[in-house]
């Protein structure tokens, strides 16, 4: 019988995470080099994979170019187990510094329930009033947690 040393089971836990990494690092390469709204469903593991297992919360956006390519994807805010601040300026500055002419809005539940919020419904809205100003569209919001993903746009509530 075999018995795991702390230090080989942290080591085991690094190599994962090294892999997992790696792994997005794949599909982000992916993305980029096609349409990302082929498949929608597509777009919604993508970003399920991006927040899988975090027992926090975390605010991301999906920038994309004119013809709907994946220019970056990047985590900008963390929140609490069932909350995270969003700075509506911040989403703007870092959209107008990506070039992009469209975002998709993720965040993630925890609880693992999937349905919007009125909270999480107003800030996207206010999202989609700031985001326009500087004329880059909000396409989607997607919600997703370990068990699946809403997308607002297919729920009629963007």
Do not use: W
């Not at 690094?14 to 390469?29: K, Q, V």
């Not at 777009?43 to 999906?62: C, N, P, S």
């Amino acid at each position: 019988m075999h018995i795991a040393t702390p230090a080989l089971q942290v080591s085991r836990l690094i190599d994962e995470d090294l892999t997992i990494l790696h792994a997005l690092s794949i599909l982000r390469s992916r993305f980029k080099r096609r349409d990302v709204f082929d498949s929608p469903s597509s777009v919604m593991h993508f970003l399920r994979l991006q927040a899988q297992g975090l027992t926090h919360e975390i605010f991301a956006v999906m920038y994309l170019d004119t013809h709907n390519r994946l220019i970056d994807y990047e985590r900008l805010f963390r929140g609490t187990l069932a909350q995270t601040a969003v700075y509506p300026r911040e989403v703007t500055r870092q959209a107008l510094a990506k070039n992009a002419a469209s975002v998709v809005l993720h965040h993630n539940h925890p609880s693992g329930m999937c349905l919007p919020s009125k909270a999480d419904e107003s800030l996207t809205q206010t999202l989609k009033v700031a985001l326009g100003l500087v004329e880059v569209r909000v396409l989607d919001h997607i919600i997703t947690s370990d068990c699946g993903a809403v997308s607002m746009a297919e729920a009629g509530l963007l």
